[in-house]
T-cell receptor, first 114, second 116 residues
Framework: DGGITQSPKYLFRKEGQNVTLSCEQNLNHDAMYWYRQDPGQGLRLIYYSQIVNDFQKGDIAEGYSVSREKKESFPLTVTSAQKNPTAFYLC?????????????FGPGTRLTVT | AQKITQTQPGMFVQEKEAVTLDCTYDTSDQSYGLFWYKQPSSGEMIFLIYQGSYDEQNATEGRYSLNFQKARKSANLVISASQLGDSAMYFCAMREEEGATNKLIFGTGTLLAVQP
């Protein structure tokens, strides 16, 4: 079955530690995205990538980093510089050309930093 | 700047009745796309329906239809014959045209509760 996997579903970290969230897709999609969701708010774009070895900052990239070494994978690192890292993180992918294609989402990772 | 507004934080509907979830948008682009997603309590975002700005007919997908009024810049989601499983958060989103990146801008969502 094609889809997007994110692991783990729940993640707990101590303040000051970097943490990496995994995102893998087998849909052969060119583009991948990371969103953050806080209670009572919609999704906000952190980073996106349209092609391997290239990515762009979204609206709230500060304190985050990404890599795109393979088409299938787009891991997100939440660094200690992120002031409020506790949130729900969603990864998505889509076709890119034609731009009418919907984004497919993974199940999300709920990160708690104490 | 492009913006999506969902003014209904929460809605109640009786099972088997229809419900309309409001969405207004702001953009200066002539070409854009509008999406609706459903987010159950499990957290995953599920694509429901898409409307292109140049589509003359309102989009429909099963029990979902999009009431697209371009002049009013509204893209309301209509769910017919509500089911208990429709209880979830619903997000309206707009696709940015800049750079053809397929980036989406989301509204703050509407929490729908279907009552038996």
């Amino acid at each position: 079955d094609g889809g997007i996997t994110q692991s783990p579903k729940y993640l707990f970290r101590k303040e000051g530690q970097n943490v990496t969230l995994s995102c893998e897709q087998n849909l052969n999609h060119d583009a991948m995205y990371w969103y953050r969701q806080d209670p009572g708010q919609g999704l906000r774009l952190i980073y996106y990538s349209q092609i391997v070895n290239d990515f762009q900052k979204g609206d709230i990239a500060e304190g985050y980093s990404v890599s795109r070494e393979k088409k299938e994978s787009f891991p997100l690192t939440v660094t200690s510089a992120q002031k409020n890292p506790t949130a729900f993180y969603l990864c998505a992918s889509s076709m890119i050309y034609g731009a009418d294609y919907e984004q497919y989402f993974g199940p999300g990772t709920r990160l708690t930093v104490t | 700047a492009q913006k999506i507004t969902q003014t209904q934080p929460g809605m109640f509907v009786q099972e088997k009745e229809a419900v309309t979830l409001d969405c207004t948008y702001d953009t200066s682009d002539q070409s854009y796309g509008l999406f609706w997603y459903k987010q159950p309590s499990s957290g995953e975002m599920i694509f429901l329906i898409y409307q292109g700005s140049y589509d003359e007919q309102n989009a429909t997908e099963g029990r979902y239809s999009l009431n697209f009024q371009k002049a009013r810049k509204s893209a309301n989601l209509v769910i017919s014959a509500s089911q208990l499983g429709d209880s979830a958060m619903y997000f309206c989103a707009m696709r940015e045209e800049e750079g053809a990146t397929n980036k989406l801008i989301f509204g703050t969502g509407t929490l729908l509760a279907v009552q038996p």
